[in-house]
């Protein structure tokens, strides 16, 4: 696999054409997180096993032949102040440390629902 899949749509229209699969996508910038994280912190939060859930999901859908959706594939960063259910999520301040929200923010779901 190449070091760099290229754009979001590039990434999306690969794997929803099969000639890379999600999982593949994922484990590359999980990888990549850890090679870089360390230099530049620019995560406070990862969710490496709900980001290959996801991406195993995807390439199901496309071995049944489903349409994975318009972002299949593309791994997304979400920022840290938008809410994912039981995921940390601080806005970057020590006073919501340990905050883990019961509920999913809209836009999140809207991306996962777009593969």
């Not at 696999?1 to 290229?6: E, P, T």
């Not at 593949?24 to 406070?44: N, Q, S």
């Not at 996801?54 to 489903?66: P, Q, Y």
């Not at 806005?91 to 779901?109: N, Q």
């Amino acid at each position: 696999m190449s070091a760099h899949l290229g754009t979001a749509s590039e990434i999306a229209r690969r794997v929803g054409k099969g000639e890379v699969s999600a999982v593949d996508v994922t484990r590359e910038h999980l990888d990549r997180i850890a090679r870089v994280e360390p230099k530049v912190d620019a995560f406070l939060h990862l969710t490496p096993e709900r980001a290959m859930e996801r991406a195993r999901a995807v390439d199901a859908a496309i071995a049944a032949g489903r349409t994975p959706g318009p972002l299949a594939g593309v791994p997304i960063a979400i920022k840290d102040l938008i809410d994912i259910e039981g995921v940390p999520t601080t806005c970057g301040s020590r006073v919501l440390e340990g905050y883990r929200p019961p509920f999913t923010a809209t836009v999140v779901e809207r991306l996962e629902a777009a593969g």
